[in-house]
């Protein structure tokens, strides 16, 4: 008797930092809203986007992670005058580095999510799924951990 495997689509694993004035109120809206979003993220609430360490994002993805997300305020809207704009330089960096290893800068995303927008949340999650599942995953894909 032959039985029939089923292949099980790639799931891929997204780590958001999201910033507590912002971007964890519009993830906490789409769900208030019911607003299902992919079960692949998960959310860690930090003070601002700006204190999200480079170490951090290289923590993600060598233990496990597909994707990180950095969601931060509106640009002139940081409650700490531009800590979303020091988070964006870092992640331009992280991008440049990760591109001379050999991992795709795409896993790697920083999105202006103002605390009312809770369905933009859910399509930058959504957006982040679908090109990471055309990816694949990360540590299969890649051997790059040897170049760090």
């Known amino acids: 008797m032959n039985k029939k495997e089923e292949v099980k689509e790639f799931e ?4 958001a930092f999201t910033c507590n004035w912002s971007s964890y109120s519009s993830a906490d809206q789409a769900g208030i809203s019911r ?8 959310i860690i609430r930090v003070m601002c986007s700006g204190r999200v360490d480079p170490l951090y994002v290289v923590d993600a993805f060598l233990n496990g992670a597909d994707g990180v997300l950095i969601a931060a305020c509106h640009p ?11 988070a964006e330089s ?4 992280l991008k440049m580095l990760m591109e001379e ?3 795709e800068p795409t896993r790697l995303r920083i999105e202006w999510i103002s605390a009312l927008e809770g369905r933009r949340f859910v399509e930058v999650v959504q957006e982040m799924v679908d090109e990471l599942r055309k990816l694949g995953a990360l540590l299969e894909k890649n ?3 040897e170049s760090v």
């Open 12 to 15: 891929p694993k997204i780590l």
């Open 35 to 42: 607003t299902s979003y992919p079960p692949n993220v998960q």
């Open 76 to 86: 002139n809207y940081c409650r700490y005058n531009g800590g979303n704009r020091y």
């Open 90 to 93: 870092r992640v331009k960096f």
């Open 101 to 103: 290893i050999g991992v």
């Open 143 to 145: 051997d790059w951990r």
